[in-house]
């Protein structure tokens, strides 16, 4: 059963151009979305995060864009860099609060090419 | 102020044999994430822990799959009897008590379990 889906495996860009990665999710009950970047043999590292009740969280070059109705988040990056290539996970977990399980999509490996 | 610590970073295991993997949080952390990520797939759920208590189990696998938080010294994921469909990267995530999510929860480099 898998409750977040991020159905592209893989994306290429140019630098400088904007990389727009998807997830849909299929648990309304869902309160709270992250997105996590992770090289390769690193543990994720948190980039941006979403609240249920906003549906727009901006953080420098990061935009998270949330629709609700849709089930759909995306993660926008502008300007997208080479240091940027890596694998991007969505993730999403029930209740605001910093506990609590965090359920992951399968990863989307991003390539911004110099 | 030292991240999430796992060790090792590495390790193989033949067939049978027991694998222990170890996580310390950060510090001031009292809760604990285990998961698990299978060749060319996202990562998975395992448990989550606080001091003394398995909040959720429902990711871990039925059998052979047992991970404890003492009061005391760091996790522990322990799997007995290891198999080849075992091989994964598992790893370690750590949250604050009191705290909203805007910083997300740190994770820790992982553990790479080979079995042979």
């Known amino acids: 059963d898998q409750q977040v889906k991020q159905n592209s495996p893989s994306l290429s860009v140019q630098e400088g151009r904007i990389s727009i990665l998807n997830c849909d999710y299929t648990n309304s009950m869902f309160d709270y979305f992250l997105w996590y970047k992770k090289y390769p043999a690193e543990g994720p590292t948190f980039l941006i995060s979403?609240?249920?009740?906003?549906d727009k969280n901006e953080d420098g070059r990061f935009t998270v864009f949330l629709n609700k109705s849709a089930k759909h988040l995306s993660l926008h990056i502008v300007p997208s860099q080479p240091g940027d290539s890596a694998v991007y996970f969505c993730a999403a977990k029930r209740g605001s609060s910093n506990t609590g399980k965090l359920i992951f999509g399968q990863g989307t490996t991003l390539q911004v090419k110099p | 102020n030292a991240g999430v610590m796992q060790n090792p970073r590495h390790l193989v295991r033949r067939r049978g044999q027991e694998a222990r993997l170890r996580c310390s949080p950060m510090?001031?952390?009292?809760?604990v994430y285990w998961y698990r990520q299978l060749p060319e797939e996202g990562l998975k759920f395992m448990v989550y822990?606080?001091?003394?208590?398995?909040?959720?189990e429902s990711g871990m696998p039925k059998e052979r799959f047992s991970a404890e938080f003492p009061k005391e010294g760091p996790s522990i994921l322990r799997i007995q009897q290891v198999v080849r469909g075992d091989s994964a990267a598992y790893f370690c995530a750590s949250s604050p008590p009191f705290a909203g999510l805007t910083y997300g929860y740190t994770f820790g480099s992982g553990t790479r379990l080979t079995v042979v």
């Open positions: 979403i609240s249920s009740i906003k």
């Open positions: 510090k001031g952390h009292s809760h």
């Open positions: 822990l606080q001091k003394e208590n398995i909040i959720d």
